[in-house]
C-alpha cells in the first residue's frame, strides 16, 4: 500500500460514499464522497500550479471543511502542509514563510496585502485566499479540476507537515513529521482508545495544532466517523451536541466551562463513551467534579508537537486523575536524572521517549536537532515527570519553568496543587522571579474565585495555609492575586508571559 497518509486514512472511509463525514453548525453535511472530490480537486490544482513532493503549502485560515480539505489534499499532492495559527501577527508570519520557504500561501482575505507584501519577500510563488465561510480564490481556481486524483506515493519518511512549536523561548522551530509518524499515531490512537463505526466526534478544536488536525480528526477519518464540525468551543452548543455525540476531545478549559452549566450532568452526556483531555493539565478538582456529575472518567493524554501522543490513561482499567497514564503502544519512555541514569520510583526526572510517531527533527535546524536527540535516538521531551509504583506517569512541568532557589530544585506543580486546593483559589501559577540573594524566588500568581471565598484570599494568607506543607525553600516569597492568567490557542498557561510581566519590578 501506498505509505502516504491519506491512503492510510482513506482505508477507513465508509464503504457509503454518502455517509457523513463533517456536520456544520448551520445544519450542512459534508460526505465523506464530498471530501474525496474536494480534495481530488485540490490535488489536481496544487500539482498544476508547478508545486512537487516535498514542496510546502502553508495556511493561516480560520477552520472551515474546506481548510481540512485543504490539508488532505496537501497530503494527496504529496506536499508538506504547515499549519498557522490566525492570530500570529506580521513578524511571527515574515519568520515561518521565509523559513520554511512555502510554494503556496493560503491566507484569509483581509490580511492578503500584507500576504503579498510576505510573499515576495520570501520567494513563494502563490498566494489564495479562503475566508471564514470556506469561500476564496483558492476555491475558484480548484473548481476546474477532476473529482479524481491519484494520491502520490510517499514513503514513511517524507514529510508529511510542519508544525512551528510556540516558540516561548528564542526562534520557533519547525516540527518535521513524517507520513509514517503521523499513521503510526493515528493507528495506535484509534485502537488504543477502541473506535467504534457508530461513533460520532464532537469536534470543537481548533485545527492548525496537533490535537484538532492529527488526533481529532485523523482519529475519527481513520474510522469513517462524523464529526460536529464547530468552528470553536461554545458551551452552550456543546450542551446540544453532547446528546447526539459519543466521544469529545478537548482542553481543560472546556470541561471547567461545561461544569459551570448546573443543567450539565449525566443526562447531557447519556450516549457519550469517552472524554479525552489534553494540551495541558488538567486539574484534580475539574477531573473529580466531572466525574460526579456525569459519572464519566476523564481519559487524560500527553503529548507534543514533536510526535503526537505518547502517553493515555487506559480506555479499560483505572483513569487516574492528576496523571497522563502509561506510553502508548509502539512508544518507550525513560525518565532519567542529570547524569542519564533511570531515577527511582517518585523522584522526579527528565522525560525522554523513542518510537516510530517521534518526528524526523528540526526544519533547516540539524544541530538542534541533534542537541535535542540522545545518542542513542530518545527525544528530550524537555517535561519533568515521574512514575509510580504502578508505573503511570505524572508530568511536573516543564524544565525550563523548573525553579531554582538558593541552589535547590523547586517544581512548580507541587507548589500549584497545593495553592489550588485552597478555598477561593481558582487556579494558580509558580514560577521564579530574579533574587539578588537566592537566584530566583518562587512566585505564586494565583486566580481568585468570583465569590466571597475569592475575594478574602490575601498573600499572606496563602503563604501561610501552605507553610506548614512545605520545606521552607519551597514557600512562595511573593504572591500576586489576579483575574486570569495568560493562555495560548490550546489552553497552556504561558509562564514566560508571567516571567516578562512581573520580573521588571519584583516584590521586596
Known amino acids: 500500500m501506498n505509505p502516504n497518509l491519506y491512503t492510510e486514512?482513506?482505508?477507513?472511509?465508509?464503504?457509503?460514499?454518502?455517509?457523513p463525514c463533517m456536520?456544520?453548525?448551520?445544519?450542512?453535511v459534508w460526505t465523506y464522497n464530498d471530501v474525496e472530490r474536494a480534495s481530488a480537486r485540490m490535488a489536481g490544482?496544487?500539482?498544476?500550479l508547478g508545486l512537487k513532493?516535498?514542496?510546502?503549502?502553508?495556511?493561516?485560515?480560520?477552520?472551515?471543511?474546506?481548510?481540512?480539505?485543504?490539508y488532505l489534499a496537501s497530503l494527496r499532492a504529496g506536499t508538506v502542509f504547515l499549519p498557522l495559527n490566525p492570530a500570529y501577527q506580521r513578524h511571527e508570519l515574515e519568520h515561518f514563510l521565509k523559513d520554511a520557504t512555502p510554494g503556496l500561501f493560503v491566507?484569509?482575505?483581509?490580511?492578503?496585502v500584507l500576504a503579498d507584501e510576505l510573499a515576495v519577500l520570501a520567494g513563494v510563488a502563490h498566494v489564495l485566499e479562503l475566508d471564514d465561510a470556506g469561500r476564496g480564490s483558492l476555491i475558484d481556481a480548484a473548481a476546474p479540476y477532476a473529482d479524481e486524483f491519484a494520491t502520490v506515493p510517499r514513503e514513511k519518511n517524507d514529510l508529511a507537515a510542519i508544525l512551528y512549536t510556540s516558540g516561548t523561548t528564542g526562534r520557533s522551530k519547525g516540527a518535521m513529521l513524517s507520513h509514517g509518524n503521523l499513521a503510526h499515531n493515528a493507528r495506535?490512537?484509534?485502537?488504543?482508545w477502541r473506535f467504534q463505526p457508530a461513533d460520532v466526534l464532537l469536534h470543537m478544536l481548533p485545527t492548525f495544532h496537533v490535537h484538532g488536525l492529527?488526533?481529532?480528526?485523523?482519529?475519527?477519518l481513520l474510522n469513517g466517523s462524523a464529526m460536529f464540525f464547530e468552528p470553536k468551543f461554545d458551551a452552550a452548543r456543546a450542551m446540544k451536541l453532547l446528546p447526539e455525540s459519543t466521544v469529545m476531545m478537548g482542553v481543560p478549559t472546556y470541561y471547567v466551562r461545561l461544569l459551570l452549566d448546573p443543567a450539565f450532568g449525566r443526562e447531557t452526556c447519556c450516549t457519550m463513551r469517552l472524554f479525552i483531555s489534553g494540551s495541558a493539565p488538567l486539574l484534580?478538582?475539574?477531573f473529580d467534579e466531572f466525574k460526579a456529575r456525569t459519572g464519566h472518567t476523564i481519559l487524560e493524554r500527553y503529548g507534543m508537537t514533536e510526535g503526537g501522543m505518547f502517553t493515555s490513561n487506559p480506555y479499560d482499567g483505572e483513569r487516574r486523575g492528576g496523571t497522563v497514564g502509561f506510553p502508548l503502544p509502539g512508544t518507550t519512555i525513560r525518565i532519567v536524572g542529570a547524569g542519564g541514569t533511570a531515577v527511582k520510583t517518585g523522584a522526579i526526572g527528565a522525560i525522554q521517549v523513542k518510537g516510530e510517531n517521534v518526528f524526523l527533527g528540526y526544519w533547516g535546524m540539524p544541530e538542534k536537532t541533534l542537541e535535542e536527540f540522545t545518542a542513542d535516538g530518545f527525544f528530550k521531551t524537555g517535561d519533568m515527570g515521574s512514575w509510580d509504583a504502578e508505573f503511570y506517569i505524572t508530568i511536573s512541568g516543564r524544565s525550563k519553568d523548573l525553579v531554582i532557589t538558593g541552589g535547590l530544585n523547586v517544581y512548580p506543580k507541587e507548589i500549584e496543587e497545593l495553592i489550588d486546593a485552597l478555598p477561593g483559589v481558582a487556579e494558580s501559577a509558580v514560577i521564579g522571579l530574579p533574587h539578588p540573594d537566592f537566584g530566583e524566588a518562587v512566585t505564586a500568581v494565583v486566580v481568585r474565585q468570583k465569590n466571597a471565598a475569592g475575594k478574602a484570599l490575601t498573600e499572606a494568607g496563602i503563604i501561610a495555609a501552605v507553610k506548614d506543607q512545605l520545606a521552607n525553600f519551597k514557600v512562595p516569597k511573593w504572591v500576586y492575586l489576579v483575574d486570569d492568567l495568560p493562555r495560548n490557542a490550546m489552553g497552556k498557561v504561558q509562564k514566560n508571559l508571567l516571567r516578562q510581566e512581573y520580573s521588571p519590578m519584583p516584590k521586596r
Open 45 to 48: 490544482m496544487i500539482v498544476a
Open 107 to 112: 491566507c484569509r482575505p483581509q490580511v492578503r
Open 9 to 19: 486514512l482513506a482505508t477507513g472511509f465508509p464503504g457509503d460514499p454518502a455517509a
Open 188 to 192: 495506535t490512537l484509534h485502537e488504543y
Open 53 to 70: 513532493p516535498g514542496d510546502r503549502v502553508a495556511a493561516q485560515v480560520e477552520k472551515t471543511p474546506e481548510a481540512l480539505v485543504l
Open 284 to 286: 484534580k478538582e475539574t
Open 23 to 28: 456536520i456544520l453548525p448551520d445544519g450542512r
Open 214 to 220: 492529527f488526533v481529532a480528526c485523523h482519529t475519527a
